[in-house]
């Protein structure tokens, strides 16, 4: 798996535990939820606590894979970094377009 895929996966598991903290939010403060795993109630507080407790975990798995944000810096400010192939076409016409249309300095 490449790094600008490692950190993809990392960033939209963040995404989704910030849009699941979110929802539980806007919840009445006295919610009562069950947990997945073994089907007991708990608190909005507990759910809350396990969503930051992901949060923290996502947070140092990235920071272990880029080393602190030592790697795979400026790694998406590429503008070549683009999962669309037909996109990718796209810019690259532009730019030879551009060098195209750029007047001669002599």
Known sequence: MTLAREINEKLDEMLLVQSQIKEINELAPDA???????GELVTKEI???KGHEQLSQIKKEL???TNNGERGRDLFTNPYYVNDRLLDKHIA?????????APEVN
């Open 47 to 49: 759910v809350l606590d």
């Open 63 to 65: 920071n272990k894979i």
């Open 93 to 101: 016409d532009e730019i030879r377009l551009n060098k195209m249309e």
């Open 32 to 38: 009562q939820l069950n947990n997945t795993s073994t």
